[in-house]
Structures are given as structure tokens and as C-alpha cells.
């Protein structure tokens, strides 16, 4: 997963018009790359592999953001999904719901959740009780970041803007409210695996109803290739703590940073010793 720069805020909403299915697998090589940032600290959170599902260790009371990057020449429609909830619309996430569509190549960063065409609201790592999905009755899917992403049905020409793009027509009307199909049993599989004692830890960390900040996005046309998903990728998070208690971090590092040589141990030139 590429870590280059920060990027502008680019990123269009596009209101869906037809069905999606659940998960499906994705391509050796994912059309949108999906990272997270500590905005306190500018670093990104580092994943780690734990039984088929990747984590990330997140602090309570820190800002983050979630960077998407268009990693194909064409158009996609990135439909995002926080603790279960879509950033854009506040309802309970689907793939057939809203999202933002980046152009070719495109990087952009998703500061919260969006509460117009002006400005979002941050998103904060909070204790669950007090997460938006848990304060709005929703707190089953606390704990996960997650994407589907849709390629576009035809190449429309719209013109390019240096910090922002165009956004498509609605077409809820169409097939909005087309049911999705099941997943397969191996997808099943694949995403829940066996429980163990460990997985089974209680959630610590969720996603906050953080301060306004300015974000301006505004709307493009887009027009759907498939029902279903191109890609599907999901981000765990948690609390380190929680993360340990899981078995996804170790308990016992094998050494500390601080233990480490450095080349550069001290950040300016310290005085010399005095003259006696």
C-alpha cells in the first residue's frame, strides 16, 4: 500500500442508483488503496495481519483520517463505511448508498463525517459508549473502516478542477432499493474464520462526532458499471490494549524503540562541558 504525501481534498459525492451485492474478492491488485492517518501525530497507523483481517491501533482522543487512493486510469465511485455507517449520508451502510468518486490516480483524504457540501464533521477515536454509531443505536459494527469501490459504466467527458470535481445525478429512483445477494459460504468463511477466545475480546476504540471542519466536495455524475462491488476492503481498529488482549499485538515486544541505536539520538547540538 503506497505511502506517498498528503493530498488535497478532492474527493465528489455521487448518490447511487442500483443494487450491490456483499463482499466480494478482490483483485490481486486493489483499484483503491485504503489507509488511515493519525492526525495528531501526522504518521500512518500501521497494519498488522491477524487471521485473515487487518488491524490498526488507534488512540483515544486523536483525529484520523482515511486516505484513499485511486490506483487505476478511470473513474471510480468509493462508497465509505465507518463503524458500520456511510461518512457521507449517516445512514446504515450499504454499497448501493452514496459515496465519493476520485478521478485517475487520484489521492484524497476523508477527514470525518460529511454534514454538507462545505464541511465534515472529524473523525476522533473515542470509547465505544461514546462512538456516533453507539449514540445513534447502532454500535454492532463498531470497529471497522471499510470500502466498496465501483468502476464507471461508460467514459463521460467532465471537466477537471485543480481542487475539486464535478458530481453526477442521483438516479435513486432506478434501483435503490434493490435487495443485495447473499455472500457465499467461502466468503463467510474467509471474513469470520473460527472464533477463538482472543478474537472474542470486547471493543474498545470507536469513531467519534468530532469538531466542524471546512471540506468542500461538490457533485458529479457517475454511472455504475455492475451491481456488485468491484472491490470490497476492510480496516479493523482498536485500542492497543485491545489489540493485545486479542492476540492480533504482541504482548511483550521484543524491544523497546527507545533501546534502539539511532544515528541522529539527539535533535540539536547540545553545550559543551564547562571549563574548570
Known sequence: ????????????????FCGAAACQPASARPLVDIAVIDREHGHWLEETAHRGQY??????GHRYGVRLTNTSGQRVLVVLSVDGVNAVSGETAHPAQAGYVLEPWQSTQISGWRKSYQDVAQFVFTDLPDSYAART?????????????FQEARTIHHPSYPTQAPIASSGHERSANKAASPPSAAAESRAYGEATAHDEAAQGLGTGHGEREWSPVSRTGFVRASRRPAQVSELHYDDHASLVARGVLPRHPYYRDDDRPHAFPNGFVADPPPRW
Not at 488491524?55 to 483515544?60: M, R
Open 1 to 16: 500500500m503506497s505511502r506517498t504525501s498528503l493530498f488535497s481534498q478532492a474527493a465528489l459525492l455521487a448518490a447511487a
Open 55 to 60: 488491524w490498526i491501533a488507534g488512540t483515544p
Open 137 to 149: 443505536g447502532r454500535p454492532d459494527h463498531v470497529g471497522v473502516i471499510g470500502i466498496a469501490v
